[in-house]
């Protein structure tokens, strides 16, 4: 593991990028370049977060960010602890913040929620004193998606300021997109919006001051983009009928070769996953030379590193090796070197 950051992070929760500052989602980037290497070792465990609890509370489902801050957690040697709707005392009637107050009774160090409702995350973090990080809330913010989209951006492209970001699709049901477009454009990327109009209010023109366009056709989002960013059709969020057929918006809103084309010349493709195969993009593209979509799945993993280590107190310690010397996280920035995995 490289050297970690010298900066500190001092916020309780992590709830979206709306209210982070360009110097904290750089703090938190870069805590999760030094990361990285963990999960390229033989023995991928360190004992960053032992006797720490985390508990994964997840109301939606979800395969790529309840695994990874599953493992993530456990990678730093946390204990943890999943619970789903499906399987909790919520299917008797418990109302989430009755849940949350009996979790927080076991004295967690922190809590992972995802929730079908916007500001779900808020509540719980206004409730308990456990730290909250905010999986994904409604149509709300996802900001470990965002912060780890923007580390995948950054690997490639070696920079995000000045970056011409294409966010194509479901625009409207999409916390990516929210997250995306707080974070992006606070880096200085310039973020264009497309896709069908149901789905794509003009208001969202005016969710941030600068560095934002909605356009009003795929081609114009795309022409010399250098990253595309396509939106699942979030069928699951749609009350009304937004889109007449999904082969339907196959042919007008899908992503295929043909837009690649028009992007910049070394364009990347990105997707936050799950992917609908041959609606919002086609197999050529997802699994294409330009398609950087399980790179995020990877670096998914060391951006949820990082925020469970920064929240529970984590600064920089120590030059670290790679003889799995590290450090330990303490909330009364007490300072510790552990030697060992
Ligand atoms: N991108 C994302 O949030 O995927 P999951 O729903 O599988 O967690």
Do not use: W
């Not at 979790?103 to 929730?115: C, G, K, Q, T, Y």
């Not at 600068?210 to 595309?228: C, M």
């Amino acid at each position: 593991m490289s050297e970690l950051p010298k900066t500190s992070f001092t916020r309780k929760d992590l709830l979206g990028t709306r209210e982070l500052s360009c110097e904290e989602i750089t703090h938190i980037l870069d805590t999760a370049e030094s990361f990285r290497d963990i999960s390229r070792r033989e023995i991928k465990k360190v004992p960053t977060l032992r006797g720490r609890t985390v508990i994964n509370l997840f109301f939606e489902p979800s395969t790529r960010t309840r695994t990874s801050f599953e493992i993530a957690a456990k990678r730093l040697s946390a204990d943890t602890i999943n619970v789903s709707a499906q399987t909790s005392s919520v299917t008797k009637g418990e109302t989430l913040l009755d849940t949350a107050r009996s979790l927080e009774a076991m004295s967690p160090d922190l809590i992972v929620i995802r929730h079908s409702s916007a500001g779900a995350a808020h509540q719980l973090a206004r409730t308990v004193r456990a730290g909250v990080i905010n999986a994904g809330d409604g149509a709300h913010e996802h900001p470990t998606q965002a912060l780890l989209d923007a580390l995948t951006i950054r690997e490639r492209k070696g920079r995000i300021a000045d970056l011409k970001v294409a966010i194509i699709g479901d625009v409207l049901h999409s916390r990516v997109a929210r997250s995306n477009i707080h974070l992006l454009t606070k880096l200085g990327a310039h973020v264009a919006l497309a896709g069908p109009g149901t789905m794509l209010p003009e208001a969202f023109g005016s969710l941030v001051k600068e560095n934002l366009r909605v356009e009003k056709s795929i081609d114009a989002a795309v022409e010399n983009a250098d990253v595309l960013m396509i939106l699942r059709v979030q069928r699951e969020r749609q009350t009304n009928a937004f889109l007449p057929s999904l082969r339907e918006y196959a042919v007008h809103y899908g992503l295929r070769l043909e837009h690649l084309k028009r992007a910049a010349p070394d364009a990347i493709v990105m997707h936050p996953g799950p992917i609908n195969r041959g609606v919002e993009i086609s197999s050529e593209l997802a699994d294409g030379a330009s398609s950087l979509i399980l790179d995020q799945v990877a670096n998914g993993l060391a951006v949820r590193m990082a925020v469970l280590y920064l929240l529970t107190g984590g600064t920089h310690l120590a030059a670290i090796d790679g003889s799995a010397t590290t450090v330990s996280a303490k909330k009364d920035s007490e300072k510790e070197v552990h030697s060992g995995a």
